[in-house]
């Protein structure tokens, strides 16, 4: 008897977010078109939690080597899993919102091959899974008012 799909905590999904008043503005990355799972595919900034790393490390570092960007501050928002069948295991995706100063041009590794800086209706309408139009709303909810309020000491990570 088989033992079924594994369940992975493995991946992290960030949302970058410059958060102007009146205004915000969220990262969303277009896949390369080559060379890469998803080509041309929108999405936040995601990548694999490496062996001995925590969530937030993960987060943090994905953001610097997908963005360059500098994150002033990183809370934590919502899981997600997901199916890869490739691997026969059930990932679980934390999602993160990292806070920047400014929304500056990225600097954009071989994964990626554009960016744009959109209100999050925008983003939300051109992210390609339906599970990170989820988590932008979780974002905009929780994180709406510039912090998460009342809920800050719970759900800020940096």
């Known amino acids: 008897m088989s033992a ?6 493995g991946v992290v999904d960030v949302y970058v977010v410059h ?19 998803c080509p041309l ?10 062996p001995g790393e925590r969530p937030e490390q993960a987060a943090l570092r994905e953001v610097a080597e997908e963005t360059g960007l500098a994150v002033e501050r990183l809370y934590n928002v919502t899981t997600q899993a997901f199916y890869l069948h ?31 800086w959109l209100s999050p209706e925008d983003a939300r309408a051109r992210l390609a899974w339906p599970r990170e139009r989820e988590a932008l709303d979780h974002v905009l909810h929780l994180l709406g008012g510039g ?12």
């Open 4 to 9: 079924g799909p594994e369940l992975r905590v």
């Open 19 to 37: 958060p102007r008043p009146g205004a915000w503005q969220v990262l969303v990355l277009r896949r390369a078109a080559q060379g890469t799972r």
């Open 41 to 50: 595919a929108w999405e936040a900034v995601h990548g694999r939690i490496e």
């Open 86 to 116: 490739g691997m026969g295991s059930v990932q679980v995706a934390v999602a993160f919102c990292a806070f920047v100063a400014a929304a500056d041009a990225p600097t954009l590794g071989p994964e990626h091959g554009e960016f744009a």
């Open 147 to 158: 912090d998460a309020g009342p809920l800050e000491d719970v759900l800020r990570v940096v």
